[in-house]
């Protein structure tokens, strides 16, 4: 997108980057290749996860069962060095995926972007990382005798922040934001606000998630928000609902003057940022047009960004009948009739998906 340089106004560079997606993806080049090639990367949920079939049934009326268990599913979350970080074998046995995948992550950050952690000992660097959910912890709290010393910050949602700023030993802002859906694009730009206002001067961002227990599948089965077909049809008139997936992603942030300055190489710009909330709407999980719109509005004029300049859009796209309404009118309000003559934007997916066998 080009903008408006707003005179003395900063923003943030992207210099670091690094990923754990499903279809074996772990770094931005395999990334591109499975957006370039289209691939397809739903598969299920595999079998050492948990017992699909005690908990599966096509009746979607069944009680605590599950119609689905399609998911975008990440290779080897189990498998990690812990003596790599400095962790016993007691305390790795209770560590929850997520940290160790954030731990893994933030390595691979800092080496994209040519840090050396050892450098920021001690420093304000800033940790935000989004986290959905407890399923780590719910699954060793079932068996209440296993119980014992490290399983208290070994599932924990505010440890996996916490557990990259202790082992790096970074002294800025380490926090967990839990905002559902969007709870990575949040720790986002609570790390760009940091940047920005001059309370730290590096930070991580990003966020992880993993489905490790079948009751995060009922729950939303129940709520009638999965595809029973396995797939998401987003903006589609055959869209029935969303799948589920795991993965991770981390950015190194640096003020994009500071990055320069040091000739670092910088991935993107983050020109701005902004979050809200709906407010009242019909019903607690139902979104709000006016409230997106208002938001959207707010971030391209406050970044300096015209429509008619927008390249690309990237949506949320719930693929259910009360979200895609309502995100395609935010934007078609907000940005589409804002393009002049031909504005329509691009975007990505929304195709019809045949279920892979």
């Not at 074996?24 to 050492?48: C, F, H, Q, S, Y």
């Not at 320069?260 to 910088?266: C, H, I, L, P, S």
Request: glycine residues 14%; negative net charge.
């Amino acid at each position: 997108m080009k903008r408006t340089p707003t005179p003395g106004k900063d923003t943030v560079a992207v210099i670091g980057a690094a990923c754990r997606l499903p279809g074996g993806i772990t770094g931005l080049d395999g990334l591109w290749e499975a957006l370039r090639d289209g691939r397809d990367l739903v598969t299920e949920v595999p079998a050492d996860r948990f017992d699909k079939a005690w908990f599966h049934s096509a009746d979607q009326d069944r009680p605590g069962k599950s119609y689905t268990f399609a998911g975008g599913i990440v290779d080897g979350v189990e498998e990690w060095d812990p003596g790599f970080f400095g962790i016993s074998p007691r305390e790795a046995a209770r560590i929850d995926p997520r940290q160790r995948m954030a731990l893994e992550l933030a390595v691979e950050a800092f080496d994209d972007a040519g840090v050396d952690p050892r450098g920021l000992h001690g420093s304000d660097t800033a940790v935000h990382l989004g986290v959905y959910s407890l399923p780590f912890g719910s699954l060793q709290c079932r068996d209440t005798a296993s119980i014992d010393a490290p399983t208290a910050l070994g599932s924990s949602a505010t440890a996996v922040p916490n557990r990259v700023s202790y082992h790096f030993d970074l002294r800025g802002p380490s926090t967990v934001t839990d905002t559902a859906c969007s709870s990575s694009l949040v720790a986002l730009h609570h790390a760009c606000g940091e940047l920005l206002s001059g309370r730290t001067g590096l930070a991580l961002a990003g966020g992880v998630n993993l489905l490790l227990d079948p009751y995060e599948y009922i729950v939303a089965a129940k709520a009638r928000m999965l595809s029973p077909t396995g797939r998401c049809r987003t903006f589609s008139a055959d869209a029935d609902g969303f799948v589920r997936a795991e993965g991770g992603g981390m950015l190194l942030l640096k003020r994009l003057s500071d990055a320069v300055a040091d000739g670092d190489r910088v991935h993107a710009v983050v020109l701005g940022t902004g979050i809200n909330c709906d407010g009242r709407t019909p019903g607690l999980a139902h979104p709000g047009e006016e409230a997106q719109e208002e938001l959207l509005r707010g971030v391209y004029a406050g970044a300096g960004v015209s429509p008619r300049d927008l390249a690309y859009l990237e949506a949320h796209g719930t693929g259910t009948r009360v979200g895609d309404v309502v995100e395609c009118t935010a934007l078609g309000r907000a940005l589409g009739v804002r393009r002049g003559g031909g504005g329509g934007v691009p975007g990505g997916g929304g195709e019809k998906q045949p279920p892979q066998k």
